[in-house]
């Protein structure tokens, strides 16, 4: 059965990130970030971060639905949430991943919308939702 983590680029270099993906036993990543762009890094841009993570046999998947088109965290709006939780629900399942990472910027999962789309996955698959310390 698949587990949802949660991941935030923010503060980090794309080593870091690997390295600390890495130590969660990444399989996938599953960026929800409205756009898969970065201003600050180049590294952390959809195509180049894909091909980043490849090369440590890491999976990245973009899934626009899940990206949050509120700045405020209390009044969170995803593009299409029932899609979004769908479409990674049927690629977890597909690849029978057992562990998939969702990335955005913000490196306070508090202060991110990543944290919502994990308990939404983790109630579609009835799983407790995994929150780090």
Known sequence: MVNF???????????????????MNAEAVIDVRHKPYCGWNRDFCGEVLKDKLAAEGIDYLWISDLGNMSRDINKIKLVNEARGIEKVLS???????????????????????????????????????????
Do not use: M, W
């Open 5 to 23: 983590k949660t991941i935030g680029y923010g503060g980090r270099d794309s080593n870091s990130l690997i390295k600390a993906l890495k130590e």
């Open 91 to 133: 690629v977890a399942t597909q690849y029978e991943y057992d562990t998939v990472v969702l990335l955005c910027a913000e490196a306070d999962e508090k202060k991110c919308h990543r944290s919502y789309v994990r308990d939404k996955l983790a109630a579609a698959v009835n799983l407790p939702s995994f929150h780090p310390v």
